[in-house]
């Protein structure tokens, strides 16, 4: 599975951004799609998941203001996130794996990455 993610940019504190993450060969069938992002000096941390693609988690910090969401005509994995807050910024990742559920928010439990996009939250 090759992915790609999309859909970042600068915005100001309360917008909006939709972040998508396409499987350019093969579909998520089976897989678990994972959204980390990594700000700088600091480590990959998880964002959200969706587990084999139905079974959706979050990270407590995005919880209530990020939806993850699957296109399956666009086959994409898509993340929408609302009222950001300039401690969103960072570079954003979405992974695929055959991975367990203990390990989804783990980035050793994905095979498969995309090259990140950057949001930028500004106060």
């Known amino acids: 599975v090759q992915l790609q993610a999309s859909g970042g940019g600068s915005v100001q504190a309360g917008d909006s951004l939709r972040l998508s993450c396409a499987a350019s060969e093969g579909t998520f069938s089976g897989y678990t799609v994972g959204w980390f992002r990594q700000a700088p000096g600091k480590e990959r941390e998880f964002v959200g998941a969706?587990?084999?693609?139905?079974?959706?988690y979050y990270d407590d910090s995005v919880k209530g203001r990020f939806t993850i969401s699957r296109d399956n005509a666009k086959n994409t994995i898509n993340l929408q996130m609302n009222n950001l807050k300039p401690e969103d910024t960072a570079v954003y990742y979405c992974?695929?794996?055959?991975?367990?559920?203990?390990?989804?928010?783990?980035?050793?439990?994905?095979?498969?990455w995309g090259q990140g996009t950057q949001v930028t939250v500004s106060s």
């Open positions: 992974g695929a794996g055959r991975t367990i559920l203990s390990m989804i928010r783990s980035s050793m439990g994905y095979n498969y």
């Open positions: 969706a587990f084999r693609t139905t079974q959706i």
